[in-house]
């Protein structure tokens, strides 16, 4: 209980520490909220999705690192609002280290990932899908973990949970090893990606169905068309707001993907688009590895997520600020006389020989 005395500090770490012990809720949705966290390429498109899917007339700025946002849906007629929380990493693959700040044991039972891949940069779309999801599956494992140690029931509701996607007499059920949380994977750019090869569009098509299916995540292509954004939404706003899932499919190559979680089989995917004697000599490990390597071996990784240039982050005109970015530089035009002045006084100095 706060007390007149207490500062704004000590009343919110009161409340962090309250949430993080409320265990009432058995979802942690009327706690938090939920929280979807956007990943992937680095200029795939993850702020224009969210700006959409929030209803927002804005113009996608560069996301620096990363940055929050929020939402508000209402279910029905004086029903009151529902809050979801939106964060998105920038730089592509560059700043995997940030990939833990919105990944926290307060918020683990209501947090989906969205992973967004550049389809017009084929090359791209391995490496970045490999390292982030590799580093978000270790962080999301090592909190259920953690939490299994304070709330062992509830860590087993959230590793039982996913698996409802997926109906119980599923053919794969023994073959997949699905997230622990709700993964969707964009195609973006189809506009552009339907313009390539029909060959090509195969295999992306059928790997990203595969990589899909086997980490239990549903798999949709966008672009600006008003029509694929409408779908890209409805899946947003069902891991955002808990709005119902749509359960149509669509696995045409030939147009834009769509595939709710647990509604595709190997089966119907088939052997990657390779010819017997190619795979024979590709020496895979497990099946991934054998899509992987037949996918590089079309599309040689290109990894675009580090940064060319570090930019700093003062001189991003979105950031510009009149009285503070005057006082910086009157502060560093005192740092440069300073050196000149310092370097002076080493040039006079007489050292003993």
């Known amino acids: 209980m706060s007390t007149e005395n207490d500062t704004l500090w000590d009343i919110a770490k009161a409340e962090v520490e309250r949430r993080e012990n409320h265990e009432g809720d058995r979802d942690g949705l009327e706690c938090w909220g939920r929280s979807v966290f956007f990943i992937g390429n680095k200029n795939g498109g993850k702020t224009t999705i969210i700006l959409r899917c929030l209803d927002r007339d804005e113009i996608p700025k560069p996301t ?67 390292s982030l999801l590799q580093v978000t599956r270790k962080h999301v494992d090592k909190i259920i973990i953690k939490l299994g140690q304070t709330n062992p029931k509830t860590a087993t509701e959230i590793k039982q949970k996913i698996w409802n996607n997926l109906p119980k007499d599923h053919s794969d059920r023994e073959l997949i090893d699905p997230f622990p949380i709700p993964v969707v994977i964009i195609g973006s750019k189809y506009d552009l990606f339907y313009e390539f090869d029909s060959e090509l569009k195969k295999i992306v098509c059928k790997t990203l169905r595969f990589v899909s299916h086997y980490y239990g995540a549903s798999l949709v292509f966008t672009s600006k068309s008003e029509a694929l954004m409408l779908k890209t939404r409805a899946f947003i706003n069902n891991l955002a707001f808990g709005f119902d899932r749509s359960k149509s499919v669509s696995v045409d190559q030939n147009k834009p993907l769509f595939i709710p979680a ?92």
Do not use: C
């Not at 919105?102 to 970045?128: E, F, K, Q």
């Not at 490990?285 to 060319?308: A, S, Y």
């Open 64 to 130: 620096l690192a990363l940055e929050y946002t929020f939402g508000r849906r209402a279910k029905g007629h004086n029903i009151p609002k529902d809050i979801a929380h939106f964060w998105e990493l920038g730089g592509g693959t560059s700043l995997l280290d940030l990939i833990p700040i919105p990944i926290t044991t307060a918020n683990i039972r209501a947090l989906a990932i969205v992973l967004v891949l550049d389809l017009s940069i084929p090359n791209a779309i391995w490496p970045a899908m490999e």
């Open 262 to 353: 647990g509604l595709d089989s190997f089966s119907q995917i088939g052997p990657p688009p390779s010819s017997d004697s190619d795979i024979g000599k590709l020496h895979a490990q497990t099946p991934m590895d054998l899509w992987k390597k037949v996918f590089e071996k079309k599309f040689p990784p290109k990894d675009i997520g580090v940064f060319k240039e570090v930019k700093d982050p003062a001189q991003d005109p979105q950031y510009a600020e009149y009285e503070v970015d005057a006082m910086r530089a009157q502060k560093n035009q005192e740092l440069e006389q300073y050196k000149r002045d310092a370097a002076k006084t080493w040039k006079e100095m007489e050292f003993d020989s």
